[in-house]
């Protein structure tokens, strides 16, 4: 079972707001909104759902849609809720603390779509992975869209790789090998990134099609960019036709297999059955 009080006690002293304003962060933000927008209709209703700081909530709200925004850390959701007063935005209807297995708090068919952007990277036990994918059909109304971002395991492996050989308190050998064989992190100390799954994809695709979902994109999120972003936003500045090239590539190449499994983050993008 997953230990969410180690999970929770990581973000509640994490600054997730301000990740999104590092180039890694902003590079995930700049690809991945427009796959959001392109898949939802005007003023949808959205359930942000691992939304943390409210990145995503208050850029879709800006937009017109309605947003409600849940989260495991009521840190995040204090920092979510002081930004929301700061910029005036009036399109969040609610903000609660959840855990994602049980979304009793929303009432059936409530939204058109849910960002799932955060708990399938935690959610150790395969019981708790089918109650939140469950969870979320129940709330989306019919033809409502998911979007559930996930760490490929290959590429979550290669992290905990890198745990080992430069914070070793974090992880050992058996460690590695429960990465590799099962997709199972469990930190070995109470501090740091914790408690993690890394699906393969055709696991992820599995585990939304056996709970109602039919599969309507899977892609990378950065894709090969995934190290480059400093450079990516360097050149920016200067050069904003090779920078639009390059982003254009990262695009047209995201849903490459490979490029999916060992670049980072993922989406699946899914619609209830």
């Given at each position: ?15 997730e ?18 796959i ?13 759902l ?45 903000v ?5 297995v ?17 708990p ?7 019981t ?16 409502g ?12 492996a ?27 992190y ?9 408690e993690?799954y ?11 099609s056996n709970?109602?979902f ?6 990378s999120?950065r ?12 050149l920016k500045?200067?050069n904003?036709?090779?920078y ?30």
């Amino acid at each position: 079972m997953t230990n969410f009080e180690k999970v929770q006690s990581h973000y509640d002293t994490s600054n997730e707001w301000e990740r999104f304003d590092t180039p890694a962060g902003k590079l995930e933000f700049e690809l991945t909104l427009p796959i959001i927008t392109s898949h939802i209709s005007q003023k949808a209703e959205i359930l942000d759902l691992g939304g943390g700081p409210g990145r995503y909530t208050i850029k879709l709200a800006k937009l017109g849609h309605i947003l409600h925004l849940a989260d495991l850390s009521q840190g995040l959701l204090d920092v979510a809720k002081q930004k929301i007063d700061e910029l005036g935005i009036e399109n969040v209807k609610s903000v609660n603390r959840v855990n994602a297995v049980d979304l009793s708090v929303y009432d059936d068919s409530s939204f058109d779509a849910v960002l799932l952007f955060g708990p399938l990277y935690h959610l150790t036990d395969e019981t708790e992975r089918h109650s939140c994918v469950k969870e979320v059909r129940r709330v989306l109304k019919e033809n409502g869209v998911v979007f559930a971002a996930f760490i490929p395991r290959i590429s979550g492996a290669i992290g905990v790789v890198d745990r080992m050989f430069n914070n070793p308190v974090k992880a050992n050998a058996e460690t590695l090998k429960r990465v590799f064989e099962q997709g199972i992190y469990n930190n070995l100390v109470d501090w740091g990134w914790q408690e993690a799954y890394f699906p393969t994809s055709n696991e992820l695709v599995t585990l939304f099609s056996n709970n109602g979902f039919s599969k309507v994109l899977l892609r990378s999120v950065r894709g090969w960019g995934d190290t480059m972003a400093e450079k990516i936003y360097k050149l920016k500045d200067e050069n904003l036709e090779r920078y639009k090239t390059v982003m254009d590539l990262i695009n047209k190449t995201a849903d490459d297999s490979s490029i999916i499994e060992m670049c980072s983050h993922a989406i699946y993008v899914g619609r209830k059955q």
